[in-house]
């Protein structure tokens, strides 16, 4: 268990799309938010690590016409994630609290579920992080299958559990002004990261 904490904590701490999310999300409406999103992404990412386990995860990067599916959906998703930051950032402060996209943890934890499962970056960092576990570990049989993923789970969720908090912290110190600059960095960087992404599925 202790390994896959180790590695869901370390790919949930990767600068990424929900790593933004969930920044701005807490900045906005609070700690419930980011451990909703922490959760979904927390899920995702004991399912692909169970694909990883089972040797999917390699085979959906063989697969070019998905990959480059997933490649698109995670795109759209980027783009509308980085469309609703910057409108957030443009409104004025009564119109944000009463327009906030996530207005409840349910809808936080189904966005942070739909953006971790629909970015494909997800699917290829899990499928290499098991490539070389297999080569450091040669008999992966010895690993309980079911521990690890324990594992990775509680680490994605606790890294997401510490920026949430570390945002809560922030939140109260600080005001609308630097609100809307997070709102227009995550939509810059989200913008940044779809562009990437689209770049890499028109090349492959």
Request: overall charge neutral.
């Amino acid at each position: 268990m202790v390994t896959g904490f180790g590695f869901g904590f370390v790919v949930a701490a990767q600068v990424g799309p929900i790593w933004l999310l969930c920044l701005r999300s807490v900045l906005r409406g609070g700690i419930a938010l980011g451990l909703a999103i922490g959760a979904g992404a927390a899920l995702v990412d004991a399912g692909y690590a169970l694909l990883g386990i089972a040797g999917v995860a390699a085979l959906l990067t063989t697969w070019e016409a998905l990959e480059t599916a997933a490649g698109i959906l995670g795109v759209l998703v980027l783009v509308v994630l980085a469309l609703r930051a910057l409108r957030s950032a443009l409104s004025p402060p009564t119109e944000q609290r009463s327009n906030r996209e996530l207005n409840s943890p349910q809808a936080a934890f189904v966005v942070g579920l739909a953006a971790t499962a629909s970015n494909p970056l997800t699917i290829l960092a899990w499928a290499a992080v098991f490539a070389a576990l297999s080569s450091a570990v040669p008999d992966m049989g010895s690993i309980t299958p079911w521990t690890m993923l324990a594992g990775v789970g509680v680490g994605t969720f606790t890294w997401f559990a510490l920026l949430s908090l570390a945002a809560s912290v922030l939140g109260r110190f600080t005001g609308p002004r630097f609100h809307r600059g997070v709102d227009t960095a995550a939509a810059i960087g989200l913008l940044a990261f779809a562009a990437v992404l689209a770049w890499q599925v028109l090349a492959s």
